[in-house]
């Protein structure tokens, strides 16, 4: 047996630029934010400070986000990369 | 829907990139998101690589050879898809390589050692001929790099096959029948099960800590010869009911 992957491409689609819109218009449920873009709200859902690296390379993913603000960490001190 | 109260995930796009010739991983930076139409974020920029791996000293960018790293991430109703792009411009054939893609789903609180997606299973999952198996015990017996990499895909095995014949070396892996291009996990809420899960064609390497937790798969390519473009994609299924539901919405077909 193997696997079929068949949603793994992105259409060419991806590789224009549109008008600019909110990406999470187009997400019923998943918003993206990237996290060197990302809202003091968004940054103090995890409870840490990011590490430098995050802001470069991280991907804020929020699944039902009308729900997050009941997520609240206390405030942070590291990250473990 | 309605099913995550508060949940929090992190894509790593890209975390970094290693291969498998040796047990060595640097760290990508350099990533400028941009907004890209109604397709979600973007970014293009020269191929970074951080020269001190440390957080305590920061981002200290260098550029080993000339490459440009595109991506694009793309958020639908059940599923985020993501697109790598490497470009090689050394003037220079570069051997194969893997792209990390990190998906965290942990790793919150002041002494990072609480959840940030509540009811999100510390155990994860991993597919070998089409069934979901626990993670653990593969990232308990068969780790072999940094980021817990445990599991080779057959392209992993390619890759590895390759550094073992022609430089007599590579690294240590620990013989095990190859695996699917899949990481998964469960996440119990009020309401019902949920799962989330990594999927690529490309995958070559399975990893990704039990301890954070995360999810994490490793995109091969290469060799390219100057001029050569590498396209990896892969997919993040977000689904309720479970791992089933997951290999349905993500097309994983035995």
Redesign the interface.
């Known amino acids: 047996?193997?696997?079929?992957?068949?949603?793994?491409?992105?259409t060419a689609?991806?590789?224009?630029?549109?008008?600019?819109?909110?990406?999470?218009?187009?997400?019923?449920?998943?918003?993206?934010t990237?996290?060197?873009?990302a809202s003091a709200e968004q940054l103090r859902?995890?409870?840490?400070k990011p590490?430098?690296?995050?802001i470069?390379?991280?991907?804020?993913?929020?699944?039902?986000k009308?729900?997050?603000?009941?997520?609240?960490?206390?405030?942070?001190?590291?990250?473990?990369? | 829907m309605g099913k995550i109260p508060g949940g929090l995930f992190q894509f790593s796009v890209p975390e970094f990139i290693t291969s498998l010739k040796r047990r060595h991983v640097d760290f990508v930076c350099g990533q400028r998101w941009v907004e890209n139409g109604s397709d979600g974020w973007k970014t293009e920029v020269p191929f970074q690589l951080v020269r001190r791996p440390s957080p305590k000293d920061g981002i200290v960018p260098y550029i080993p050879y000339r490459a440009t790293l595109s991506a694009w991430v793309k958020a639908s109703s059940d599923r985020v898809d993501i697109h790598l792009r490497f470009v090689n411009r050394s003037g220079r054939q570069l051997d194969s390589q893997v792209f990390w893609i990190c998906l965290l789903s942990g790793t919150g609180g002041p002494d990072s050692d609480q959840l940030t997606v509540p009811g999100f299973s510390r155990e994860t999952f991993f597919s070998r001929q089409g069934r979901f198996q626990p993670w653990y015990p593969q990232e308990n017996s068969f780790v072999f790099m940094p980021a817990k990499g445990s599991a080779l895909t057959q392209l992993g095995w390619e890759h590895h096959e390759f550094y073992r014949k022609r430089d007599g070396t590579a690294i240590a892996v620990q013989q095990h029948l190859a695996v699917d291009g899949v990481r998964a996990a469960i996440i119990e809420t009020q309401s019902g099960r949920c799962a989330v899960g990594l999927t690529s064609e490309s995958a070559a390497i399975l990893g990704g800590k039990i301890m954070n937790p995360c999810t994490d798969l490793g995109l091969g390519f290469g060799p390219l010869s100057d001029g050569d473009v590498a396209d990896l994609c892969a997919t993040a299924g977000f689904v309720e009911g479970g791992l089933p539901q997951l290999k349905k919405n993500i097309s994983l077909v035995d």
Not at chain 1, 45 to 48: D, H
Not at chain 1, 51 to 54: A, L, N, R
Not at chain 1, 66 to 81: A, C, E, I, Y
């Open positions: 047996m193997r696997i079929m992957i068949r949603f793994c491409l992105i689609s991806l590789l224009t630029t549109g008008v600019l819109s909110s990406s999470a218009e187009n997400a019923d449920t998943i918003r993206l990237p996290m060197a873009q859902l995890p409870g840490r590490s430098p690296y995050e470069d390379w991280s991907i804020l993913v929020e699944w039902e009308s729900q997050v603000g009941s997520f609240n960490f206390p405030f942070p001190n590291s990250l473990q990369v």
